[in-house]
């Protein structure tokens, strides 16, 4: 069942920089990144290229650490990557010479498992996502979107409490991103898993997304936090809808011009 009446913090930023160091001096790529994740919540982050969001990501899944300031994961101070927080990319990284079943058992070879347990596993979670008739093909016979799935099924059979997910669904037409953006939500309410995604898809922040987070550059900052209050799953061509990425447009109009955008809207 989705936990969505607790008000756990998962995940807790306070007073978050970022600074790479760049021609020899420190560059700030983050400034005083301050937010919470509840348990149950769908979140996106919005921002144009640069403004830091895949960075942002990579701090919550421990990949690099804060220059300054607080980056908690369910009370803990995050330090190194966690099998909690899954990070799951727009480019599958699955290996071509594995099936899809042993693509995901072999994410599962820290877990434990007997062999048995893992294919079981592994099954389920191919099964949850469609691909049960797909378990003995190599990636190099499956559509982007049929690849995108298999990298879910890997990240899911992990039993993680967070998926990071940074434009999972860029390099998707649009037919298949529709039904992978169905398919999360689906996931998403029978697993319990929470979720926070990278995405330059206006669209598809506000059908996915409890809050949007929006992001300016230079440094990269959190503009807005805004509640999407429509309830799931959300019709696209309802006048609600459009209202809030009207809203949304309107928030990048005001400080960019539209031409510094990289975005579907
Ligand atoms: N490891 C790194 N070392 C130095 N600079 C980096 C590093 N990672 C990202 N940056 C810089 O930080 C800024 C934000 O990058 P990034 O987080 O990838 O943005 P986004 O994902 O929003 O496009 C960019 O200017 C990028 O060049
Ligand atoms: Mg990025």
């Given at each position: 069942?989705?936990?969505?009446?607790?008000?756990?913090?998962?995940?807790?930023?306070?007073?978050?920089?970022?600074?790479?160091?760049?021609?020899?001096?420190?560059?700030k790529?983050?400034?005083?990144?301050?937010?919470?994740?509840q348990?149950g919540?769908?979140?996106?982050?919005?921002?144009?290229?640069?403004?830091?969001?895949?960075?942002?990501?990579?701090?919550?899944?421990?990949?690099?650490q804060?220059?300054?300031?607080?980056?908690?994961?369910?009370?803990?101070?995050?330090?190194?990557?966690?099998?909690?927080?899954?990070?799951?990319?727009?480019?599958?990284?699955?290996?071509?010479?594995?099936?899809?079943?042993?693509?995901?058992?072999?994410?599962?070879?820290?877990?434990?498992?007997?062999?048995?347990?893992?294919?079981?596993?592994?099954?389920?979670?191919?099964?949850?996502?469609?691909?049960?008739?797909?378990?003995?093909?190599?990636?190099s016979?499956?559509?982007?979107g049929?690849?995108?799935?298999?990298?879910?099924?890997?990240?899911?059979?992990?039993?993680?409490?967070?998926?990071?997910?940074?434009?999972?669904?860029?390099?998707?037409?649009?037919?298949?991103r529709?039904y992978?953006?169905?398919?999360?939500?689906?996931?998403?309410?029978?697993?319990?898993?929470?979720?926070?995604?990278?995405?330059?898809?206006?669209?598809?922040a506000?059908?996915?997304?409890?809050?949007?987070?929006?992001?300016?550059?230079?440094?990269?900052?959190?503009?807005?936090?805004?509640?999407?209050?429509?309830?799931?799953?959300?019709?696209?061509?309802?006048?609600?809808?459009?209202?809030?990425?009207?809203?949304?447009?309107?928030?990048?109009?005001?400080?960019?011009?539209?031409?510094?955008?990289?975005?579907?809207?």
């Open positions: 069942m989705e936990k969505t009446l607790t008000t756990k913090n998962l995940v807790e930023l306070r007073g978050v920089d970022k600074e790479f160091a760049k021609n020899g001096k420190q560059e790529v983050l400034s005083g990144i301050d937010f919470d994740v348990e919540e769908f979140i996106s982050i919005l921002g144009k290229s640069g403004c830091g969001k895949s960075t942002l990501l990579n701090l919550i899944g421990g990949f690099d804060p220059t300054r300031g607080q980056l908690h994961f369910d009370g803990k101070q995050v330090t190194k990557p966690s099998r909690r927080a899954i990070m799951l990319f727009q480019f599958y990284a699955l290996l071509p010479w594995r099936t899809v079943l042993k693509n995901v058992e072999l994410a599962l070879e820290p877990e434990g498992l007997s062999k048995e347990e893992s294919r079981d596993r592994a099954i389920t979670y191919l099964k949850l996502v469609g691909l049960e008739d797909s378990l003995h093909q190599f990636p016979q499956l559509s982007g049929m690849q995108q799935r298999v990298a879910i099924a890997r990240a899911l059979s992990i039993r993680p409490e967070l998926i990071l997910m940074d434009e999972p669904f860029a390099a998707l037409d649009t037919f298949n529709y992978l953006q169905d398919e999360l939500l689906r996931i998403k309410q029978q697993e319990g898993t929470n979720i926070i995604l990278v995405t330059h898809d206006i669209d598809e506000v059908y996915l997304s409890d809050r949007i987070f929006i992001m300016d550059a230079n440094p990269g900052v959190i503009r807005k936090k805004i509640s999407v209050e429509l309830p799931k799953p959300r019709d696209r061509a309802h006048s609600d809808f459009q209202y809030y990425r009207k809203w949304i447009l309107d928030e990048f109009n005001f400080s960019q011009k539209l031409d510094d955008l990289d975005f579907n809207i």
